[in-house]
């Protein structure tokens, strides 16, 4: 297993429980308290008062991302929550199109359902199938985007605006759901990452060219508004011609995201990524049991349909959701986005707090 970057380690790379709610440093629970005093005076942050996935994960996750630096995060923050008002993300989420939202997870990472061994989401991303998809994306991008205009200037191109929608669920729905899930090690920790599987084998430098700006406009997306949901990143297939590509692709990142990103041969990627993953949760693609190929709905693990009472394995509810946190550790499945132009708001999974 080769990193992009030799020695260039993230603390999370180093020790997995550094940085990490309940695992602070005594100087970075200083800096915690310090960017949670500041950010409540500054009024970006309010306990009461601000958005459920705005809380204490969330917050630590900006402080990382920034190397602890507070008015740096603090600057971060209020960006990214001037952008979601400005942008009115809530409302674009819970009243986006299901179809849409469908047809943007053909082109972007997929949650499969699953969860690596220590509880975080597991994402497949296979760029081969993406040309056979963005003619469709592109005309649902216009839709999303004619359908949520207030004016002709549109704060948010359509094409982003799908992006948005699916980090939105992440964070809303699958980062949520997977803390909630206790059958890992240190549940003491919140599940704030994920990890992803992205393929390029079969892929020609012209077809990554031509989705460089594509490509370009996750990453920058995530840097800026999504901070440190990234844990590890395992790329497979890569051709002769890769170093080129990565020559473009390593300047969208800081030199701790590259850390976390693993570039493996042929023969590293069974006995790899079986190290992260149950063999019962990786693809049969990649060397394990599941069966499940991208572009399918995710197809939860037992334990996640045992807990939610209503989730059929089988049955995902399209479109976007969200997981709705309750006192005590439970929890609930919503339904939202919109089938026909009518707004969907439907318990479809309840997680008892007696039942994780």
Request: overall charge neutral; proline content about 6%; some cysteine.
């Amino acid at each position: 297993m080769t990193s992009t970057e030799q020695n260039g380690a993230s603390t999370s790379a180093l020790d997995p429980l550094a940085g990490q709610i309940g695992h602070l440093s005594p100087e970075q629970e200083a800096k915690f308290v310090e960017f949670k005093a500041v950010c409540e005076k500054d009024g970006v942050y309010q306990p009461e008062k601000s958005r459920a996935t705005l809380n204490d994960t969330t917050l630590l996750r900006y402080l990382r991302a920034r190397k602890f630096e507070v008015g740096d995060a603090l600057k971060q923050l209020k960006d990214t929550e001037v952008w979601r008002e400005t942008n009115k993300l809530d409302e674009l989420y819970d009243a986006f199109d299901v179809d849409a939202f469908e047809e943007a997870r053909k082109v972007y990472h997929q949650w499969t359902g699953r969860r690596d061994i220590s509880g975080r989401p597991v994402y497949v991303y296979e760029i081969s199938h993406i040309k056979n998809h963005m003619a469709s994306f592109e005309k649902s991008s216009t839709i999303v985007k004619s359908a949520s205009s207030s004016s002709a200037s549109d704060p948010i191109p359509g094409k982003l605006r799908m992006l948005c929608a699916l980090y939105e669920n992440m964070s809303e729905l699958v980062l949520p759901l997977c803390n909630a899930i206790k059958d890992r090690p240190n549940p003491e920790i919140p599940v704030s990452t994920t990890c992803h599987i992205v393929d390029i084998s079969n892929v020609g430098l012209m077809q990554f060219w031509n989705l460089k700006g594509h490509m370009q406009a996750a990453s920058a997306l995530a840097t800026a508004h999504y901070p440190e949901t990234l844990e590890r990143l395992f790329i497979l297939g890569a051709p002769s011609f890769f170093p080129t590509v990565w020559g473009w692709i390593k300047r969208w990142f800081d030199p701790v995201t590259t850390s976390k990103i693993f570039i493996l041969s042929a023969g590293e990627v069974q006995p790899t990524l079986t190290r992260f993953m149950r063999p019962a949760d990786l693809p049969k693609k990649y060397g394990g049991e599941l069966e499940w190929e991208y572009g399918m709905s995710p197809s939860p693990d037992g334990e996640i349909v045992r807990a939610v009472k209503g989730l059929v394995a089988d049955k995902w509810v399209r479109g976007p959701l969200r997981w709705v946190s309750e006192s005590g550790g439970g929890g609930k499945f919503v339904a939202r986005g919109t089938v026909k132009g009518k707004e969907r708001n439907e318990v479809v999974g309840v997680l008892s707090a007696d039942g994780i």
